[in-house]
């Protein structure tokens, strides 16, 4: 006898699968149960029970009258006497006797199994069979999604996830926080959701942020109370569920192979109903309990005709009957199922009974297979579906990952990180972090915040603790801001410094920060950018004094020209792109400070000339060669600075001397082989930064610049140095490293005030003992070689040694 359990393997699958069966499959699964029993127990009668017996039938030849009267005669002349009667006193025994036929029991057996292949209708001899066949099909049929390799593994992979899900800490917390909010609270929710977390419009309406903070429900805002509920480990294990998530919509979305699969093998099964049902209602009549039976095996058994008996016909009957009932019952199911799959549509899903319940609004709609498995999975159990759509909902997982940040980023570990930046600010840099940690907004005494490389930043009202934050510096960031925080940045912010990749990185409410003093842009912006309307908003920057912008831009943005009334200084770093149309700078008549750098400039703008209040030019790394428009800077009487380093230039005009109120001057990296005798006469020079030229002689009318603090010919070919030179008293810094010197003026030791000195790279043999004179010099600030400078007397070794 084969047990049931032998066909297991062909509907067995992991119990974790259950949760993807509904109601209807688990009946017709115990309906195929049914079936298969049915099927099995008849195999069973058929292989331990005699299939049919069969007996001879006795025919009778046909002959004359005259021969039967004869044949008559002869039987009654011998025929004897009937026996006599018994009685009391003569009792007879009576022995009872059949039909002999003179058969043995081989040829019995072989007359039933001749009979019973020939006779016997196939039906009756093969309907167990067919039954555990169908059954087995449909125990397949049933199952085949879960067992072949294109949907197994999504199959697998989902209810892998789907557990997680279930079981995870922080689903539990995540719903716990939405089902203590009582029905008050969440129209108290809803209506803050529409007033006071909404995106706050600028000054011509623009958004704050293309994405609704509506989005953001305020229950999400982590309650430090509560910071501590979920573990570091626990934490994480969330956390990599959410990147689980992600991937496995991604995957799972792109097909549908599940749905495709499970709509075929329903209609296989219905198909396979409809044919069970005809030919089984038409041959169910065909089970018969007496077959007669015609073969010709006369000369091997002398018998012709048989009448046989099928012992099972009866008990056949009545499994099928019972065995169509069972597979009505499955067709009909199958067919409220196919009714089920095209009554609505499967391949999508939406949350938006969660959402309602929830109030986490961006829990969004999927589709395709992942779609299919979440309506089964609701047939199930609908609390599946609502726990997984935790992890869906990009609010909830920015909550998880702003909570494992306020764990991991205590107060005490923040103010480890904090520095004085350039600005003198007490700042705090934050870089690659997946969020902003709500404990930097105990820190108060935080005067700059510093994010780079910060996806999703989300500035909360919170940020109104930092009394003293004056500067905010975004490096790479998308940054949403809620409405409190926009108009605490708006009256306390003074510097904001954006880099970004992308223009959509520039956040839109830094337009309205009405009292920004400094603006710096880090970033690519086309030639159509340049002119947008974004830029068009900076004229609403009123307090705009410092303006940086480094980018790719081929003419100054009308946006710039609009804050010209107060701008005092900008920068234009161009990264080489050249940069044309510059009239617009003539309008920018306050400007003090002008930095044209790496913009291919070929000649100094004429519209430069126009800046009367200039104080400060810098045309670093462009390409200049030649500078006789200098000239016209003795229209800029307040110009102090000038540099034109890092460029072409071969020689200085004459004309310089009419700079007289310059203060600092930078040559450096150019091709100048002859030094003027008239650059001297621009006496108020404090700081002259000749470096890197082809320079081979210096005049003495160097000795003029009285005020003179910082003098530079490092690399250059200067064989000697005028003895006037160190009648520049007030000289702390000389650099004439990588020259051609050979010796080095005693007077040197009339530099007082010297502090740093670079000769190294020369042709010294010796240095003067005079250098103990210059008592400012010490060894830090002393740049020579270990062997040269023991040429000094120990003495003064140990001076310039002591601190």
């Known amino acids: ?411 005490d570990k923040l103010r480890q990180k904090l520095q004085t930046n350039a600005h003198n600010r007490l700042e705090l840099p934050l870089i690659m972090l997946s969020g902003l940690p709500d404990t930097v907004f105990e820190i108060t005494e935080l005067q700059s915040l510093k994010l780079e490389i910060i996806k999703n930043v989300m500035i909360p009202a919170t940020i109104a603790q930092l009394d003293n934050l004056q500067e905010l510096s975004l490096h790479q960031c998308s940054v949403k801001i809620h409405s409190a925080a926009l108009s605490f940045l708006k009256e306390n912010l003074k510097v904001l410094s954006v880099k970004f990749d992308d223009m959509r990185e520039l956040p839109p409410w830094m337009y309205g920060l ?45 946006a710039v020209v609009d804050v010209s009334s107060h701008l005092q200084k900008m920068c234009i770093h161009n990264d080489g792109t050249k940069l044309v149309m510059l009239n617009n700078l003539k309008k920018m008549t306050n400007l003090t400070e002008l930095e044209l750098v790496h913009c291919d400039l070929e000649r100094i703008p004429h519209a430069v000339f126009s800046l009367l209040s200039l104080q400060e030019l810098d045309l670093k790394e462009n390409n200049l060669k030649s500078i006789e428009e200098i000239v016209s800077f003795q229209h800029l009487r307040k110009l102090t600075v000038l540099k034109l380093w890092h460029n072409s230039i071969t020689y200085i005009p004459e004309h310089i001397k009419k700079l007289t109120s310059l203060e600092r001057l930078s040559f450096s990296h150019n091709k100048i082989e002859v030094l003027p005798s008239h650059l001297f006469l621009c006496n108020k020079i404090r700081y002259l930064d000749l470096s890197y030229n082809d320079i081979r002689f210096i005049p003495p009318e160097i000795g003029v610049l009285q005020s003179l603090q910082y003098f530079s010919i490092t690399c250059n070919k200067v064989e000697s140095l005028p003895d006037e030179l160190y009648f520049c008293k007030k000289l702390k810094t000389l650099k004439i490293g990588k020259n051609s010197l050979s010796v080095l003026s005693p007077k040197i030791g009339n530099l007082l005030f010297l502090s740093y000195l670079d000769v190294k790279g020369n042709h010294f043999e010796i240095l003067p003992p005079e250098l103990g004179d210059c008592r400012a010099l010490k060894r830090a600030g002393f740049v020579v070689e270990d062997t040269l400078f023991e040429t000094l007397p120990s003495d003064v070794r140990e001076q310039m040694k002591t601190e």
């Not at 690519?524 to 790719?552: F, M």
């Open 514 to 558: 009405r009292n920004l003093e400094e603006l710096y842009l880090v970033g690519s912006l086309s030639h159509d950018i340049s002119r947008n309307v974004t830029l068009e908003s900076l004229r609403d920057l009123k307090s705009l004094k410092i303006l940086s912008i480094k980018s790719n831009v081929s003419k100054i943005p009308q």
């Open 1 to 411: 006898m084969i047990p049931v359990t032998e066909f297991r393997q062909f509907s067995e699958q992991q119990p974790a699968f259950r949760v993807l069966k509904p109601w209807w499959d688990v009946f017709t699964d115990y309906l195929s149960v049914a079936m298969l029993m049915i099927g099995v127990f008849g195999c069973t009668l058929q292989v331990m029970q005699d299939k049919i017996i069969c007996l001879p039938k006795r025919v009778q030849p046909a002959q004359n009258h005259s021969s039967i009267s004869n044949v008559s005669q002869a039987v009654a002349r011998t025929t004897p006497l009937p026996p006599p009667k018994p009685s009391p006193a003569n009792p007879v025994t009576v022995e009872m006797k059949g039909l002999k036929t003179d058969l043995d029991l081989q040829q019995y057996s072989f007359i039933n199994q001749m009979c019973y292949e020939r006779a016997l209708h196939w039906y009756a001899k093969y309907f167990p069979y067919l039954v555990l066949i169908h059954t087995l099909v449909f125990m397949l049929c049933s199952n085949f999604w879960f067992k072949f390799p294109g949907s197994s593994s999504k199959i697998e992979h989902f209810i892998s996830i789907l557990g997680k899900c279930f079981d995870s800490p922080w689903t539990t917390r995540a719903l716990s926080e939405v089902s203590g909010e009582d029905s008050e609270e969440k129209d108290n929710r809803k209506n803050n959701m529409s007033k006071s977390n909404t995106i706050q419009s600028g000054p011509e309406g623009s958004l704050v942020n293309s994405q609704s903070l509506k989005s953001i429900p305020e229950k999400f805002v982590v309650d430090k109370s509560t910071a501590g509920a979920l573990d570091k480990k626990e934490g994480e294990q969330a956390k990599a569920l959410f990147e689980k998530v992600k991937k496995f919509r991604l995957h799972v979305e792109e097909g549908d192979i599940l749905y495709a699969m499970y709509v075929r093998q329903t209609v296989l099964k219905v198909i396979k109903f409809l044919i069970i049902i005809a030919y089984n209602s038409v041959l169910v009549s065909k089970v018969q309990f007496t077959v007669d039976c015609n073969v010709d095996i006369q000369d091997m058994t002398g018998y012709k005709n048989f009448s046989c008996n099928h012992t099972m016909a009866h008990l056949f009957s009545k499994l099928s009957f019972c065995y169509l009932c069972f597979v009505s019952i499955y067709g009909l199911t199958c067919l409220y199922t196919l009714y089920w799959l095209f009554y609505r549509s499967l391949r999508e899903y939406s949350f938006e009974y969660v959402r309602q319940e929830t109030g986490i609004d961006d829990i969004p709609d999927v589709k395709n297979d992942f779609a299919f498995m979440l309506h089964m999975i609701d047939q199930y159990d609908p609390l599946y579906s609502k726990r997984f759509a935790v992890f869906l909902s990009e609010v909830s997982e920015n909550k998880l990952k702003q909570l494992n940040l306020n764990n991991e980023w205590t107060p």
